[in-house]
């Protein structure tokens, strides 16, 4: 007798409620598919972006992506064809975006990098600032005191001069003697002489004292100009010296 050998029965498919497309577990890992999570969940649950809640904003799109997979693994939930090209255009742009940002970060570390190294190797033994500062003191003290002999001498110039024009302007000359007549006598002769004699004296006496007075306010200029130029010097040596 001949037996009857069954069928061979077909591997069991499994439904299109649990297939899960093979590219899945490379796609998952990309947080920009959270839009695609948001568009499955109510969105209310979902943070909003702000720099201030970035941190919790990434938080919960993780949360919501491992929600997603959890649900595609149990059959609940099934991506379409759109959708995986959706996300696998998203996983390329972040790749891109991440690459971005990671060269960004090195450029800026090695310019952070190169400010460290820079004030590391810049050393000023401390003597020589201590030195420095005890130079820059020094010259603002003599600076300073250039500058109070300067208005003292500015001051006496002023006053100096003032009494010169003062002087000059309000000066009482001398009475000039009466001419001698023809047929003068020996005795106003005499008188004459001595009247002429005191007039030279004090005509030369007048002369010397307005003369002085001058040359005391020209003096008295000349001191405070010398002063200006040395204290500008002073001043000069001063600022170098920062």
């Known amino acids: 007798t001949q037996t009857s050998t069954p069928a061979p029965t077909a591997p069991a498919t499994p439904s299109p409620a649990t297939s899960l497309p093979t590219s899945l577990p490379t796609l998952l890992p990309s947080l920009s598919i959270a839009e695609l999570a948001s568009r499955r969940h109510d969105s209310s649950d979902l943070p909003t972006k702000s720099p201030a809640d970035g941190g919790h904003h990434l938080t919960s799109m993780a949360a919501a992506l491992q929600q997603l997979a959890v649900n595609v693994i149990k059959g609940t939930e099934r991506l379409s064809d759109s959708e995986r090209v959706i996300l696998e255009s998203i996983r390329e742009d972040m790749k891109k975006i991440m690459g971005e940002a990671s060269t960004d970060h090195a450029e800026d570390q090695k ?44 001051n006496t110039q002023n006053d100096t001069c003032e009494f010169a024009k003062a002087a000059s302007t309000n000066v009482k000359a001398p009475v000039c ?13 005499k008188q004459h002489v001595n009247e002429v004699r005191a007039y030279l004296q004090e005509a030369g006496q007048l002369n010397q ?24 010097q002073l001043q000069s040596a001063y600022e170098m010296a920062f």
């Open 111 to 154: 310019e952070v990098d190169r400010a460290r190294d820079a004030f590391e190797t810049c050393e000023i033994p401390t003597g020589q600032i201590s030195g420095a500062a005890s130079a820059i003191e020094s010259h603002e003290s003599t600076h300073t005191e250039c500058r109070t002999q300067e208005q003292t001498l500015y």
């Open 177 to 189: 003697p009466d001419p001698l007549p023809h047929n003068a006598s020996l005795q106003e002769m």
């Open 209 to 232: 004292s307005l003369a002085e007075t001058k040359a005391a306010c020209e003096g008295a200029k000349e001191q405070h100009a010398e002063q200006v130029r040395k204290c500008k």
